[in-house]
């Protein structure tokens, strides 16, 4: 009679250590250069982190870069802004993004990497909604769209604090890979850049419909009203002079 093999009962302390690592826990205890605990759990917190980091970078690469090609059809849909205050519009981005890296270097370790990685990446809706609704008004004032376009910098901030939270998660032997992939020097977080250059042009019409547009609503706007009165005028005169000329 074959003797029932007994069913192996989980350790109450790997138990304790797989709850302890699991998405969305707070982790106490994190030690990338010893090599058994990166064998058995640090790997895959450290990736599973790398990989949510990078689409998270690459969005707010694209909101920080959008301005470098929002200004070359600013005049063609009827704006009319000099070229010194186009160029203000793609620097002020860079400033205030280069700034608030200081402040997100320090800001993430204190209110905790993936609460705020989430936080940064959620407020980056609120400048593009904010750009969206400003270039429906050609009469949107200077003022406003350099303030947005200061907002958008957030989006270049956020590469300090990803870059600073990745390299917590991995040992010093893999720190360069992690952080090359995250977006240092070309990374995929990078990418951000190239995508915002090839989609935003997509989206909006080539400088010939929009002069082609804009001159019709004028004509729109112009032609009924001086026509009309025109029409009316030359209609009346004539009726006048055929009342009163002799013989009527």
Known sequence: MSTPTPTPV??????????????????????????DFW???????????????????????????????????LNDVGFGFSKSQ???????????GGTFRILYTFIGPNF??????AFSTVILVVPMLWLGFALQDTGTPYGELALIAAVCGIGGANFASSMA???????????????????????????????????????????????????RSTTRRRTPTSGSRTARSSGCRCWWSWRCSPGS
């Open 10 to 35: 989980p350790s109450p302390v790997h138990s304790q250590r797989r709850e302890s690592y699991r998405p969305g826990a707070t982790i106490g205890d994190w030690r990338p250069e010893d090599e």
């Open 39 to 73: 064998q058995s759990t640090g790997r895959t917190v450290a990736r599973r982190n790398l990989w949510v980091s990078v689409p998270a970078l690459m969005l707010g690469f694209v909101v920080w870069q959008v301005w470098s090609v929002t200004v070359v059809r």
């Open 86 to 96: 186009l160029f203000w519009l793609t620097a002020i981005p860079g400033l205030t």
């Open 112 to 117: 905790g990497e993936r609460k705020f990685t």
């Open 165 to 215: 939270n990745i390299g917590f998660f991995f040992p010093k032997r893999e720190k360069g890979s992690a952080n090359g992939l995250n977006g240092l020097n070309g990374g995929l977080g990078n990418l951000g850049v190239s995508v915002v250059q090839l989609v935003a042009p997509l989206r909006s019409p080539p400088p010939c419909w929009a002069r082609r547009r804009a001159a």
